[in-house]
C-alpha cells in the first residue's frame, strides 16, 4: 500500500468523522482524517460542551441568588462575564485534545487542510489555499458537519448581529438581546442571559416555541422561562435588521402588525444549512438535497465508495445521532455481523435550559397523528421528594403508551437534572421494553428518577405518589 | 391450613425439549383439581403430550393458552384455596417477612419449589437432539407476537445477536396478512409468477437449520456402491409368501437392517454419536429412519427422523413390525419423545421413490457419525463364477463423518454390509 492509500479516509474531525476514524482503526482499516479546524468540530469546540461549561456558570449564579431560602448567607455576588467565557474555552481546549489523543492512540493519520474530492476514491487536502496532498483510499467519509443558517437578506457575524460563536466569546454581556429562533440553541442562549441580567426577547416564526418537542411541553417551558424574565414573540419573523454602531434595529411582523425594536446585540439561531459545498461532491456525483447529502441507512450516498455521516446528512442535528452514524456506517464498511443501521425513532433531543427539557420518540400529537391508540402518563416533580430537597420541583415528565401493547411510544420532560433522566426511556426503548418491564423496575429513592417511574405507572392508573 | 401457593412450570418432557407451547388448558380457572387428571396439552415443534395434574389444589393459571415459554416457566398456580395468589403470596422474599403462624418454614419452602410432571427419562442415551438456541427476544416483541398470534420461535431476529424486536414480528405479520389476502387470488390469477411463498418456519425452518448444521459441523464423505441382492430377494420372497403367519409382509428395509447390525458388529465406530467433543459409541443400535411427511402446503415437504430403538436385539419380523408402526406414529403426528429421538445410526432410503441405481449424498443425521442412503434397485448383468448373470444391484450411498470415522474402518463397515447382503445367510448369526 503506498504512502496516501487508505482504506478509509474521513473528511472532518467532529463528533461523526473522530469517531468514525477510531472505530474503522479498530476493526483493522488504515484511516486518515482530514480536519480544516480543531479536532472534535463544533460540538466540542463552538457547540455542545462550550455551552454547557457557560450555563454551568448561569446555573451557580441562578442558585446563589437563592441561598437565603436554603439558609445560606452570601454577602458579595457578581459576574465575571469574561471569567465565565475563559472557562468555557478552557473546558473546550481540554476536551480537544484529548481527541487529539484518542486518535493518535488509535494509529489514526490526522491530515490538517481542507479535503476536495477528485474522483470517487481520492480527495486532495490543501492549506491556505495551496495543494498539500493527494490522498486515495477504498471508501470516504463525509463528516463535515453543518454551520448556522442566516435570515434571508440578514447574515449573522457581523459585530453585533451574531452567530452561536460570537455568543458564546462575547466580550461583555449585552443590556438587551434579540434571539432569533427558539429550538435549541436559541433557547439555551436566552436563558443563559436571561440569568446574567440581560433582557432577552425571542423571535420565533411557528405558533410555540420549541416546535419540535410536544405542545405541552413548549407551553409549560414558556410559562417558566417568562418567570425569569425571557419576552417571547410567536408567530413572528424578524424582517431587516439595521446594524449601527451601538445597537441592532429590528423590524418585527407579528400578527398584529410591524414594529420596530432596538436590541444591544442579536443573535440569529435559526437552524444549521450542511457543509456540503467547497468539497466537489457533484463532480463525483453524490446527490445533495436541500444542501445535505442524500444517504441510505447505511450512509451511503449514490456514489458506492463515498458515504455520510451527522449533520452533512441531514437532522436532528445532534453529535450523539451523528457518532452512532459513524458506528453504523463503519462497521457496515467493514462487513461487521454486528452491524446496524440507526434507530432513527431513537434519538434522544436535549435542551439545557433553565429548566431542561429532554425529549425522545412521539409526541402526543404525532401519536395519534400515526394512528396509536394512546394512554398518557404524567408526574410532576412536585411529587418527588428529591425535587424538592433540591428546591427544584417546577417541571413534569409526560409518557405517551401505545394502549395495545404497553409500548412506550415517547417521553417528554421538563424540570431539573432531565437530560440526565431521559437516558432511561431511551434504553427501555432500544430494549422495547414495555411499560411493564418499566413498571417492574426498582428506581432508587430518594433520585429524580422515580418521577419517570411514576410517569409511566400513571399511565396505567398505577401511580403511587399523584 | 394457611392459604399456600405451588407453583407449575413448564415440564421438560423429553431431553430435547427446551420450550412448549399452552395448546389447551383442560380445566377452569378456580377449578379445585385432583392430582393424576389431565391438566393441558403442551406442544412442542416436535409433538404433542397430555399432561396431568401434579398436586391437588384449586387452579389458577399464569400463562394463556397459545403461547410459547422455555421449560421452567411459570405456567399456573395450585392454591389451598379458591383464590387467585396476589405477588405477595407468590414472592418467596415476600413470604419470608411473614410471621412464622401464618406460614410455617416448611410451607414457605414448599411455595418455592415448583413442580412438574416427571420427565421423560432419555438421559442414558445422547440422542439426536434438536438444539434450539434459547429464544432472545424483547418483550414487546413477545406481546407483539401475542397480539397478532405469531410465533416467535419461527422468525430470525434482526436485533443485536439475532435478538427477536418489534419490526421482526411486525414484519411476519405482515407477510401473514399478505400472504393469506393473496394466496386465494393467486389461484385464479394467471398472470401472477409466483406460484407459492413458504416460509422457513415450525419444520422447514428446523429442517433447514440441521442440515445446514450437518454440512458445517461435520466432514462427511460419501460413499456409493451396489450390492448384489438377488439371493436376499429370494430369500425374502419366502417370508412374504408367510405373510399371513407372520403378520407382516417383510420388507427389504427390514433386511437392511439386519444386515447393518451385522456390519455395526464388526465395525462398532459406525454406532456412535459425537456429542461435546466426544465420540461415544454405543453397545445399543438405535436405528433412524428417515421419514417424509407431507408439508405444509402441496408444494411443500416435510422430514423427520424416527428411531427404532434396540434393532440389535429383534429379529426380521419383529424390525418390520416395529419400523411399519414407527412410520404410522410418525405421520400420524402421534409420535412419542422416544419415538422422535435416540438414534445411533441413520437410515435413509429413497428406494422406490428415485430412479434404479440412484447414488445420492446423504447428509449425516447429526450427532449420529454414519448414515445409510440405499435407493431403488438395478438389475444388471454381472459376472458370476466367469458367467454373464441377470442380477438385481442395490444401489447404497455411505456417508460418514471423518472426523470420527477414518477410512479404513469406513471401508471395512461396507465391505461387512455387502457381504451380509450378498450372502444373507450371514443374517442368522
Known sequence: MSENKYNLIVIGGGPGGYVAAIRASQLGMRVALVEKDQLGGVCLNWGCIPTKALLRSAEIHHLLKAASAFGLRVSEMGVDWSAVVARSRQVAGQLSKGVAHLLKKNKVEIIQGHGTFQSTNSISVSRDGAETVTLSADHIIVATGARARDLPGIAAGSDRIWNYRQAMTATALPSSLLVVGSGAIGIEFASLFAEFGVAVSVVEMADRILPNEDTEVSAYAKAQFEKRGIRFLTEAKVTSMEETATSVEAVIETNTGSSREVFDYALIAVGVVANSDSLSLEKVGVELKNSSIVINEWGQTRVPSIWAIGDVAGGPWLAHKASHEAVATVEHIARHPNAHPINRANIPGCTYSFPQIASIGMTEQQALAANHKIRKGNFPFIGNGKALALGDADGFIKTIVDDDTGEILGAHMVGAEVTELIHSFVLARELEATEDEVGMTMFPHPTLSEALHESVLSAAGKALHI | ?429
Not at chain 2, 458370476?384 to 442380477?391: H, M, P, S
Open chain 2, 1 to 429: 391450613m394457611a392459604y399456600t401457593v405451588t407453583e407449575y412450570v413448564m415440564p421438560k418432557l423429553a431431553m430435547a425439549m427446551n420450550e412448549g407451547t399452552v395448546a389447551d388448558w383442560l380445566v377452569q380457572d378456580g377449578d379445585y383439581v385432583e392430582a393424576g387428571i389431565p391438566l393441558a396439552a403442551i406442544e412442542t415443534e416436535k409433538v404433542a403430550y397430555d399432561v396431568e395434574s401434579p398436586v391437588s389444589g384449586y387452579f389458577y393459571s399464569v400463562v394463556p393458552v397459545g403461547q410459547t415459554v422455555d421449560c421452567g416457566t411459570l405456567l399456573a398456580h395450585f392454591c389451598t384455596e379458591p383464590r387467585r395468589p396476589d405477588a405477595a403470596d407468590t414472592s418467596a422474599n415476600n413470604s419470608t417477612d411473614l410471621p412464622a403462624d401464618t406460614l410455617g418454614a416448611n410451607e414457605a419452602r414448599s411455595k418455592r419449589d415448583p413442580v412438574a410432571p416427571s420427565v421423560v427419562d432419555s438421559a442414558s442415551d445422547t440422542a439426536a437432539t434438536f438444539e434450539l438456541k434459547r429464544l432472545k427476544s424483547s418483550p414487546l416483541a413477545r406481546k407483539l407476537g401475542k397480539q397478532l398470534n405469531i410465533q416467535l420461535d419461527a422468525l430470525t431476529g434482526s436485533g443485536p445477536g439475532g435478538r427477536i424486536v418489534k419490526r421482526d414480528v411486525m414484519a411476519a405479520s405482515e407477510n401473514k396478512t399478505h400472504q393469506s389476502a393473496q394466496l386465494p387470488t393467486a389461484a385464479t390469477e394467471v398472470s401472477g409468477d409466483i406460484l407459492a411463498t413458504l416460509p422457513m418456519s415450525g419444520l422447514r425452518k428446523t429442517i433447514a437449520n440441521r442440515m445446514v448444521q450437518s454440512l458445517q459441523n461435520t466432514a462427511q464423505v460419501s460413499c456409493h456402491w451396489e450390492s448384489d441382492i438377488t439371493r436376499l430377494l429370494a430369500q425374502r420372497a419366502e417370508l412374504v409368501e408367510q405373510e399371513e403367519l407372520l403378520g407382516t409382509r417383510v420388507s427389504v428395509n427390514a433386511f437392511l437392517i439386519k444386515a447393518l447390525v451385522y456390519a455395526i458388529r464388526q465395525v462398532p465406530i459406525a454406532n456412535a454419536n459425537v456429542v461435546n467433543d466426544e465420540i461415544v459409541i454405543h453397545r445399543n443400535i438405535n436405528m433412524g429412519m428417515a421419514i417424509s411427511i407431507p408439508g405444509s402446503t402441496e408444494y411443500d415437504s416435510g422430514l423427520m427422523v424416527g428411531v427404532l430403538h434396540n434393532v440389535e436385539s429383534m429379529g426380521l419380523v419383529a424390525i418390520d413390525k416395529g419400523m411399519r408402526s414407527l412410520i404410522a406414529r410418525v405421520r400420524n403426528g402421534e409420535a412419542t419423545s422416544d419415538d422422535l429421538s435416540g438414534s445411533t445410526f441413520t437410515l435413509s432410503s429413497t428406494a422406490g421413490i428415485g430412479p434404479p441405481g440412484l447414488k445420492t449424498t446423504p447428509v449425516l443425521n447429526q450427532p449420529n457419525v454414519a448414515l445409510l442412503g440405499p435407493s431403488t434397485p438395478i438389475e444388471r448383468p454381472m459376472i458370476k463364477d466367469g458367467e454373464v448373470k441377470a442380477c438385481t444391484m442395490l444401489p447404497l450411498s455411505f456417508t460418514f463423518d471423518h472426523r470420527a470415522l477414518d477410512g479404513e474402518p469406513a471401508a471395512r463397515f461396507m465391505a461387512a454390509l455387502n457381504n451380509a447382503l450378498e450372502k444373507p445367510s450371514l443374517l442368522l448369526t
